[in-house]
């Protein structure tokens, strides 16, 4: 939801910078950074929690094969 939300929040930004709209009091530029800062977080606590397939994904087979 939190892509979804700032990829929405962003295309109205864009709009708003082509059509040379002011928007009044920044409504949409916080809840653009908000977003993005939870994405962010939710990110890197999914990397954490999935770390080790992940690690997996870049150890080769061939080099510790007995």
């Known amino acids: 939801m939190t892509t979804l939300g ?3 929040t962003g295309i109205i930004l864009l709009f708003g910078i ?3 709209v002011s928007f009044y009091n920044n409504v949409f530029i916080f809840f653009h950074v908000e977003l993005s ?3 962010v977080i939710i990110t ?3 990397i954490h ?3 080790k397939p992940i690690l997996n994904m ?3 087979k ?3 094969k007995k």
Request: charged share 10%.
């Open 6 to 8: 700032s990829s929405i």
């Open 18 to 20: 082509i059509l040379a």
């Open 37 to 39: 800062i939870i994405m």
């Open 44 to 46: 890197l606590i999914h």
């Open 49 to 51: 929690i999935h770390k």
């Open 58 to 60: 870049f150890r080769f």
């Open 62 to 64: 061939w080099i510790n």
